[in-house]
């Protein structure tokens, strides 16, 4: 069975055996089964405890070798000295896919790195692959379907995230992931390549993102990562920078580290956008969602206040872009809108022209996004307003997606979530909370636009 082949048992399984489920239901019951038939899965689901004859309306069984077919996927949160003889049980009864959620293997003490090094001897003389342990496992929006124990918000965005905790799978406010998500946990078998690999053809994923405290497998790595970089993004927060913090990771997942320098070098040459905190995550995450690449450095600024064009070209510049030179004959296709003794350039001002040579707001933004969009010394645009005024504008994105061409925006004021979340809800722009942050996701778009061009950083 080839490792895409038993990645779709862990993501797509059709029947799935619960080992271990609790007969506890409710808030804080961590009951595997209640998240799953509560994120609407459809497959067939066989809840194993020999201490229950029903959970939840469905019958359970005393083993998983009394369930009447061979389920593509177990998943085992039994307590940890009874782990190794179920993974055998599975394997004997034919399933090849196997995530174990239960803590305290090599993310604890020697004990546990000898049951860990046993459960995956077993899972491979029976043909079976292991996910974890210590996982919440996999979720996949697109059928429906989460092995966590704890509740978790499925969203279908083509997002697919490989990481080593809950947290992400859990979810962090505003950041839609899931998706699909593997969280490999301790990866004792399964582990980031064949994630990737897993993700590499996938047409429901548009980026990959990644959280990683380490790898066993360095060139497996970079060689899944490179081929995937080549068809679609992606994004990598690597953590256990610092020597406590790798230290601590020894107890969190067990993983391998090694110098941060080598990763950074690693993910460069991959292709791989590395990211040093979870706003980066989020910011360059929406920006490869919603908008185009960047193909050149070239930033066409609009903006509602002057104060906020120069704020604009300081964060260009510390990311390594520049002001666009607008040709004449685009800055012809601007200069009526502005008052006699204002001449719009880049960045454009917009505030004359909508209050003292009245033009509406609409056709100010239409007319300068147009022009700036068809310049070709311009690669792509920030706009820097308040965010009422762009609702008075609502196709504006719509109609830069012609051109092909990024449009970021700062939008400020109080009150601002709701009509930030209108504005992005049709999926053509991402909004910052400053203009740094755009500057930044701006110029990553153009970096990984390098990269595929084969130039390198």
Request: glycine share 8%.
């Amino acid at each position: 069975m080839s490792t895409v082949d038993h990645m779709k048992l862990f993501m797509e399984p059709a029947s799935v055996a619960l080992i271990g489920v609790p007969r506890r239901t409710g808030m804080a019951a961590w009951n595997i089964m209640e998240n799953l038939l509560n994120s609407g899965y459809t497959g067939r689901v066989y809840p194993v405890n020999p201490n229950a004859d029903e959970i939840l309306g469905r019958k359970c069984y005393p083993s998983v070798k009394d369930i009447p077919e061979t389920a593509d996927l177990a998943v085992i949160s039994t307590p940890r000295s009874q782990v190794a003889r179920t993974v055998k049980e599975c394997a004997e009864k034919g399933i090849r896919a196997i995530t174990v959620v239960t803590q305290g293997f090599a993310d604890a003490d020697e004990e546990g790195k000898r049951l860990q090094a046993e459960i995956v001897r077993i899972a491979r003389q029976g043909g079976a692959r292991i996910m974890g342990p210590n996982t919440f496992g996999t979720s996949n929006a697109f059928c429906r379907f989460t092995s966590a124990f704890a509740p978790v918000d499925l969203q279908p965005v083509p997002i697919g995230l490989i990481c080593q905790t809950g947290l992400f799978m859990a979810g962090i406010p505003r950041f839609p992931m899931l998706g699909k998500g593997i969280d490999l946990g301790n990866a004792c078998d399964i582990d980031f390549a064949d994630a990737l690999e897993y993700f590499e053809h996938d047409p429901e994923v548009k980026v990959v993102l990644l959280h990683m405290e380490g790898t066993r497998d360095g060139a497996r790595f970079m060689e899944a990562a490179a081929r995937v970089s080549q068809r679609k993004p992606i994004v990598a927060l690597k953590t256990g920078r610092g020597e406590q913090s790798a230290q601590a990771m020894q107890s969190h997942t067990g993983t391998l580290t090694g110098a941060d320098q080598v990763y950074h070098a690693a993910f460069r040459q991959c292709g791989v956008i590395r990211v040093s905190d979870i706003d980066e995550f989020h910011d360059f995450t929406r920006a490869f969602l919603r908008v185009p690449l960047m193909r050149g450095s070239g930033v066409g600024i609009i903006t509602i206040a002057g104060a906020g064009g120069i704020m604009a070209i300081d964060a260009c510049e510390k990311y390594g872009l520049r002001l666009g030179r607008p040709s004449p004959e685009t800055l012809e296709k601007i200069a009526f809108l502005s008052p006699p003794w204002q001449a719009l350039e880049n960045p454009a001002d917009i505030w004359p022209a909508i209050m003292i040579a009245r033009h509406r707001i609409d056709e100010v933004l239409y007319t300068i996004a147009d022009a700036f969009l068809a310049d070709p010394d311009i690669h792509g645009i920030i706009i820097v307003s308040h965010a009422g005024l762009l609702l008075g504008a609502p196709d504006i994105f719509q109609r830069a997606r012609r051109f092909d061409k990024p449009v970021l925006c700062w939008l400020y004021g109080s009150g601002m979530e709701q009509l930030i979340d209108d504005i992005e809800a049709k999926g053509e722009t991402a909004v910052y909370p400053n203009v740094e942050r755009a500057a930044r996701a701006l110029s990553r778009l153009k970096e990984y636009h390098g990269y595929l061009r084969g130039e390198r950083r």
